[in-house]
Nanobody, 115 residues
């Protein structure tokens, strides 16, 4: 089963930016709507941004105006540009298909926002 590979996380100060990347192995990426999820310590995993096969993007209210999801079908990659980061954005970030159970969950990439 397919397992995405996330990268790009790190430690950043409040107000800073990061760009996350997620590569999906195989040949089905261009036909799959994708999402970026995050899980903070002690909290449930939540969907923060999603993008359809056609490129239409939607963000959760908590990240609207700050995060931008995009995709490059030629590279089997989905991106999450995160600007104006806040301490409450600290979490492990994962990408996955919006269709539940289609892909395994990857290792995720840790984002820590702290001064």
């Amino acid at each position: 089963q397919v397992q995405p590979v996330e990268s790009g996380g790190g430690l950043v100060q409040p107000g800073g930016s990061l760009r996350l990347s997620c590569v999906v192995p195989g040949n089905i990426f261009r036909g799959i709507s994708m999402g970026w999820y995050r899980q903070a310590p002690g909290k449930q995993r939540e969907l923060v941004a999603q993008i359809t096969v056609g490129g239409s993007a939607t963000n959760a209210d908590s990240v609207k105006g700050r995060f931008t999801i995009s995709r490059d079908n030629a590279k089997n990659t989905v991106y999450l540009q995160m600007n104006s980061l806040k301490p409450e954005d600290t979490a492990i970030y994962y990408c996955n298909a919006l269709a539940t159970g289609l892909f395994h969950w990857g290792q995720g990439t840790q984002v820590t926002v702290s001064s």
